[in-house]
């Protein structure tokens, strides 16, 4: 095997943890939440009222919700997110197409950006437990979190055409 082959193995595995980690902390938040709320509503939809949110941040769950959903696991998750992909794509961009190889940070970057500032405000929301603040902060969450939805399927996206550049790019097939 070569040098880029087992690089992209390595690559390839920990974009594969960073997802698995990601269903993980998905799977126990929706334990947490179960016969609540919609599990993490803020962070996975836009389909929300100002109410809604205003109940959550004045639920018995809004100190769980903080530690330990958003902080460390979901840090823990868009850390390895960003951090794998952006690796991963980079890597195998500069190897296809070098100058689009800066893509492969970028992108993952904003995600990443877009979803600390999110759980930074969605935490600062909780914690201090006023419906009316959330409810108003509703709209402004909601723009974060599409920016976060976006730069995440963008990441996917790229990460998959950087491995399908890579794989089909002629150095790739002499494994």
């Known amino acids: 095997m070569g040098h880029q082959a087992l690089v992209t ?12 980690l990601f269903w993980w902390v998905g799977s126990y938040s929706d334990r947490v939440f179960a016969n609540r709320f919609r ?4 962070e996975k939809t836009l389909s929300y009222s100002g109410a809604q949110l205003g ?4 639920s018995d769950l809004r100190m769980k919700y903080v530690f330990p959903i958003l902080f460390p696991l979901d840090l823990a ?3 390895a997110l960003a951090g794998a ?4 794509s980079s890597y ?3 190897l296809s197409y070098p100058p689009a190889a800066w893509l492969g940070l970028v992108v993952p970057a904003v995600y990443l950006l877009s979803d600390l500032i ?3 405000l969605l935490g600062w929301l909780l914690l201090r437990g006023d419906p009316h603040g959330a409810a108003r902060s509703a709209s402004i969450l909601k ?3 599409t920016i976060k939805l976006v730069s995440i399927s963008a990441s996917v996206a790229l990460t998959l055409i950087a491995f399908a550049g890579w794989l089909f790019h002629g150095d790739a097939l002499r494994l």
């Open 9 to 20: 193995v390595i690559l390839a595995g920990l974009v594969v943890i960073a997802f698995g």
């Open 39 to 42: 599990s993490r509503f803020p």
């Open 55 to 58: 109940e959550l941040v004045q």
């Open 77 to 79: 998750v868009m850390l």
């Open 85 to 88: 992909m952006g690796t991963a």
């Open 92 to 94: 195998w961009l500069n």
């Open 118 to 120: 999110e759980d930074f």
């Open 143 to 145: 723009a974060i979190t």
